[in-house]
């Protein structure tokens, strides 16, 4: 079984590699509860970039990198888009405050050998993570 916590710290180190500040929280039920998990994640710029563009360019660099990293892992991880992935401000889209990110996780089921064979196989965190 994968554990979903040890998946969870994972992603909050490698958004913490990029300059971004996780927070992450578990959806307390879904339909197929039993064999997945939805990780929702907070992510939220921390370099030192201050100019608001750069900020979003940033985060949305950072964003990239992150899914990047994850891809390989599709046979235990899932992004998905989160329903309304960026904070707004007075109307106006600050990704750069606060961006959105849904992870499932396969942690058990028929499907379990190759989510475990993926999460074994993850890249190492970057020099700079955790």
């Known amino acids: 079984m994968i554990d979903v916590q040890e998946v969870a710290r994972y992603i909050v180190a490698l958004a913490a590699g990029h300059k971004l500040r996780a927070q992450w929280s578990l959806a307390t039920w879904s339909a ?27 985060t949305r660099t950072a964003l990239a990198a992150i899914e990047s990293t994850l891809a390989p892992l599709k046979d235990c991880l899932e992004i998905q888009p989160a329903a309304n992935p960026t904070h707004h401000e007075a109307g106006e889209p600050r990704p750069d405050i606060r961006s959105w990110l849904v992870v499932v996780v396969c942690f058990r089921g028929s499907f379990l050998h190759y989510a475990q064979a993926a999460w074994d196989k993850r890249p190492p965190l970057p020099a700079t993570a955790g």
């Open 32 to 58: 197929t509860h039993d064999v997945h998990r939805f990780v929702h994640f907070r992510l939220k710029y921390a370099g030192a970039e201050t100019l608001p563009e750069r900020r979003v360019e940033a």
